[in-house]
């Protein structure tokens, strides 16, 4: 579910179709674009999930995956 | 003579009896078995059908979510069948083992208020009538088979739950069962009882160690029992049976009443190497209980500080003994780093670590000074019951909570940065958030430093020599402590670890970090004791907080170092277990008394190794003029061993580096194997190996090879002449070539060839 959503979110934001982004597809910064993308799907996250994502946490989310497990992590938590 | 038959023919009559019985409950239990399995099988079949049909594709869903609780409830009542069937058929595999052998042993005992003796019969596992609930026969480890191992004729007692019981004994019998068949039996004095000991041992060696339960002698039997003692140290000369004693203890621990009980996963065993792991693998699973987990050191160094790159103690030893590397620094800094004196130096360190060496920085955030590295330090240095990892960790928490706090008025003012910029005007939101990931991270990164501890970074930092003087103030230090220091400087240049590095840096990780993976972990089984040092000790003690520990060694086996018994006083002041007691087998049962008393001169001071007297060939030594007549004069014994039909003949040689050359010069000369890594191998047949690899082992034909005078001259070598003709079970040769080491005197033998 979160990583459909995920997928969804990331899909609209880069201008992608859904079904090319897998788990592995890589949250890389190259340049200020990639930059901004990221900021932006951290923002939708936390619409869509009601929840914080915190700033100094976002360097470790490398793939999509990673960022899922964040999310599923701070759900549990709640 | 009559009376032989009468009784004869009741054991005969007795045996048979029994095997009915065994042959009964084995075919109810196989029927019962089966019909768990089939129900087994059913409901399984049942829940993948409900699994596929419930479960779609997506996991995620709420449905799905209450499908597979329901599912877990299939699973459950499954899973406890199955355990059922697991307990039967492990019940199924000793009785079967039982038809071929049910008990070796009986006693006749009279408890002291009833006017008949009883019989008690003894095997490896009981046999109960579930009706009756009579005892067909002991298992070797109830309270009452105790009276066997530890008394003759006449009065008796044993030690069961509810206290003493006393009575007498007035029969010993021991049987040799085999196929179901009584071959013989033979009612024991002690004298019977030693020949039947005699032809026991008399056998070759075995690839894997067997069970001595028929045998285990009065002494060995006090320590497989004892259940008082938080720490038992065994002090055991070679071949004495302290790793048979170690493993029948375990057996006895997992097999004792139901509250006390140890479980599989409630033991482990530290083991020397690999080829010890495998030598040992089968005695508990004879013994019908499931093996424990075994560690290497070089496993619990992993485990702790996930390195991968760092000296094992096999290489650690190669490098010791190798007279050709001769390297006096290396040995010295070893030997400073085992000893109390650096483990002091240690603790002393990782306390210093947040008041001098832990380089706090002020944070700041959103232009203002967040927490000052004044306060962060003296905050660390409070609480200092926790571990310095934790204390840090709940700093960084502390630190960001703070900067939680303030992170939406941080983002406004981002924001209103990028609106009076206007030049992301559209995406201002994006923007403002971007910059505040990356500051963030550049905070985290920055906190981390000091929050996060590099271990080995910090170590470096431990040797550098100003430091090192201030931390060892007071401490006695070695005369070569400005080598060790560069030789350790320069070592931690490289990511490759030495031994003894890898092991300070185990001990500071556990002292610093949280680690507790062997919480569970009640006893803990040590074997060559003498072979580990005050900082594996130390390792030990935080690592199995709860545990309790059987510690065999051998003072006189060590290799590269010297030990005497204040070893065994180290041991119980490092573990600190109130209750601990010293044990000492002296009585060697491997070798024949030729090569015991032989290997006896290679003892320093008046150590006596009582030997039970087995008697086999005189050992001999052989010259080698040339480097072939030595090759031959070594492929000749060979020879004359596998003409005497022994099944393992060792080669052992000081090092890998002289087993190496060894095995290139005889390979083509005559079917031999290399034994030398770190890894599994098969320890039978012919094969070379070097003598720190054979600790803990036994062959049936020893060949020590290399006894020159260069290869064995220091008290140390000495030693290692003892481990290697200790190994031997019948047949003791040595062979060398040039000047004869010096222990091995030629003119006093009379027996050089």
């Given at each position: 579910m979160i990583y459909r959503i995920i997928k969804k979110l990331l899909a609209e934001i880069i201008n992608a179709e859904e079904e090319d982004i897998l788990p592995e597809t890589e949250l890389e910064i190259n340049d200020r674009s990639d930059a901004i993308n990221i900021a932006?799907?951290?923002?939708?996250?936390?619409?869509?999930?009601?929840?914080?994502?915190?700033?100094?946490?976002?360097?470790?989310?490398?793939?999509?995956?990673?960022?899922?497990?964040?999310?599923?992590k701070l759900k549990s938590d709640d | 003579m009559g009376n032989k038959h009468i009784e004869s023919d009741f054991e005969k009559e007795h045996l048979r009896y029994i095997i009915e019985i065994i042959k009964e409950q084995l075919s109810d239990l196989r029927l019962s078995n089966d019909e768990k399995k089939i129900s087994v099988i059913s409901s399984k079949k049942e829940m993948m059908e409900e699994n596929s049909r419930r479960i779609s594709s997506n996991l995620w869903s709420m449905e799905n979510f209450h499908a597979l609780v329901e599912l877990n409830q299939y699973a459950s009542p499954l899973s406890n069948n199955i355990s059922e069937i697991e307990r039967e058929a492990n019940k199924i595999l000793s009785l079967e083992k039982m038809l071929n052998s049910p008990y070796f042993a009986r006693i006749n005992f009279k408890f002291d208020d009833e006017d008949e003796f009883e019989k008690i019969y003894i095997g490896s596992n009981s046999l109960v009538d579930e009706k009756t609930h009579d005892m067909y026969i002991y298992d070797w480890r109830s309270p009452i088979a105790s009276i066997f191992y530890r008394?003759?004729?006449?009065?008796?007692?044993?030690?069961?739950?509810?206290?003493?019981?006393?009575?007498?004994?007035?029969?010993?019998?021991?049987?040799?069962?085999?196929?179901?068949?009584?071959?013989?039996?033979?009612?024991?004095?002690?004298?019977?009882?030693?020949?039947?000991?005699?032809?026991?041992?008399?056998?070759?060696?075995?690839?894997?160690?067997?069970?001595?339960?028929?045998?285990?002698?009065?002494?060995?039997?006090?320590?497989?029992?004892?259940?008082?003692?938080?720490?038992?140290?065994?002090?055991?000369?070679?071949?004495?049976?302290k790793t048979s004693v170690a493993l029948h203890r375990v057996a006895y621990l997992m097999y004792r009443g139901l509250s006390s009980r140890l479980y599989a996963d409630n033991i482990v065993i530290i083991s020397p190497n690999t080829l010890f792991e495998q030598y040992i693998s089968n005695v508990l699973p004879e013994l019908g209980e499931k093996n424990v987990n075994s560690l290497k050191i070089e496993d619990i160094i992993q485990m702790v500080t996930k390195y991968e790159s760092f000296q094992t103690r096999n290489d650690f030893l190669e490098n010791l003994l190798d007279n050709k590397k001769h390297d006096y620094v290396r040995k010295c800094s070893a030997e400073f780093?085992?000893?109390?004196?650096?483990?002091?130096?240690?603790?002393?360190?990782?306390?210093?670590?947040?008041?001098?060496?832990?380089?706090?920085?002020?944070?700041?955030?959103?232009?203002?000074?967040?927490?000052?590295?004044?306060?962060?330090?003296?905050?660390?240095?409070?609480?200092?019951?926790?571990?310095?990892?934790?204390?840090?960790?709940?700093?960084?928490?502390?630190?960001?909570?703070?900067?939680?706090?303030?992170?939406?008025?941080?983002?406004?003012?981002?924001?209103?940065?990028?609106?009076?910029?206007?030049?992301?005007?559209?995406?201002?939101?994006?923007?403002?958030?971007?910059?505040?990931?990356?500051?963030?991270?550049?905070?985290?990164?920055?906190?981390?430093?000091?929050?996060?501890?590099?271990?080995?970074?910090?170590?470096?930092?431990?040797?550098?020599?100003?430091?090192?003087?201030?931390?060892?103030?007071?401490?006695d230090l070695p005369a070569c402590i400005d080598d060790i220091l560069d030789f350790t400087n320069n070592n931690l240049k490289y990511e490759y670890l030495n031994y003894e590095d890898a092991l300070a840096i185990t001990f500071l990780y556990l002292k610093i970090t949280e680690f507790n993976l062997f919480g569970n972990i009640k006893q803990v089984v040590i074997d060559e004791a003498q072979d580990y040092n005050a900082l594996h000790y130390e390792i030990f003690s935080i690592l199995?907080?709860?545990?309790?520990?059987?510690?065999?060694?051998d003072i006189n086996q060590t290799i590269g170092k010297r030990e005497d018994l204040s070893l065994y006083e180290e041991i119980g002041r490092i573990l600190g277990r109130p209750q601990n007691t010293l044990v000492t087998l002296n009585k060697s049962f491997r070798c024949t008394g030729e090569i015991s008393r032989y290997s006896e001169k290679f003892l320093s001071g008046n150590t006596k190794i009582d030997s039970f007297g087995r008697s086999g060939d005189e050992p001999e030594i052989h010259a080698g003029d040339t480097t072939d007549s030595y090759d031959d004069k070594i492929a000749r014994e060979i020879l004359s061993s596998r003409g005497k039909h022994y099944q393992s003949i060792a080669l052992i040689c000081k090092t890998r580096r002289d087993a190496f050359s060894l095995y290139n010069r005889l390979k083509e000369k005559i079917d031999i194997r290399l034994i030398s890594g770190d890894g599994k191998a098969d320890i039978s047949g012919t094969f070379i190996i070097p003598i720190y690899s054979s600790k803990g082992l036994e062959f049936d034909s020893v060949l020590i090879c290399d006894a020159d005078n260069e290869h064995y001259y220091t008290e140390e070598d000495k030693m290692l002449l003892y481990i290697a003709s200790t190994r031997a079970l019948h047949r003791l040769n040595i062979f060398y070539t040039g000047e004869i080491s010096r222990f091995l005197s030629t003119k006093e033998e009379g027996c050089c060839r």
């Open positions: 932006r799907l951290v923002i939708e996250c936390e619409k869509s999930f009601k929840i914080t994502i915190n700033d100094e946490d976002v360097h470790t989310f490398k793939c999509v995956k990673d960022l899922a497990d964040y999310i599923i | 008394f003759g004729i006449g009065n008796a007692f044993y030690d069961a739950p509810a206290g003493r019981i006393t009575g007498e004994v007035n029969l010993k019998r021991q049987y040799e069962i085999s196929k179901g068949n009584l071959e013989y039996f033979f009612d024991a004095d002690i004298q019977i009882m030693d020949e039947f000991l005699r032809k026991m041992l008399s056998q070759n060696a075995s690839s894997k160690m067997k069970t001595i339960i028929e045998t285990i002698q009065k002494e060995q039997d006090i320590i497989i029992r004892n259940t008082d003692m938080e720490l038992i140290m065994v002090q055991g000369a070679a071949g004495s049976g780093k085992s000893c109390p004196e650096f483990v002091e130096i240690l603790n002393r360190f990782a306390n210093d670590l947040p008041k001098k060496l832990i380089e706090f920085k002020d944070v700041y955030y959103d232009g203002k000074i967040l927490l000052s590295s004044h306060l962060m330090k003296s905050r660390v240095m409070r609480n200092k019951n926790a571990k310095l990892s934790l204390r840090l960790g709940q700093l960084e928490e502390y630190i960001l909570a703070s900067v939680h706090e303030q992170r939406k008025l941080r983002i406004k003012k981002l924001k209103y940065f990028v609106y009076s910029n206007k030049r992301y005007v559209f995406e201002e939101e994006e923007t403002a958030r971007m910059l505040s990931i990356y500051e963030s991270t550049a905070l985290i990164k920055r906190i981390r430093k000091f929050t996060r501890l590099n271990i080995f970074e910090l170590y470096k930092k431990l040797f550098n020599e100003k430091y090192f003087y201030s931390i060892a103030k007071g401490m199995f907080p709860a545990a309790h520990f059987t510690i065999l060694g």
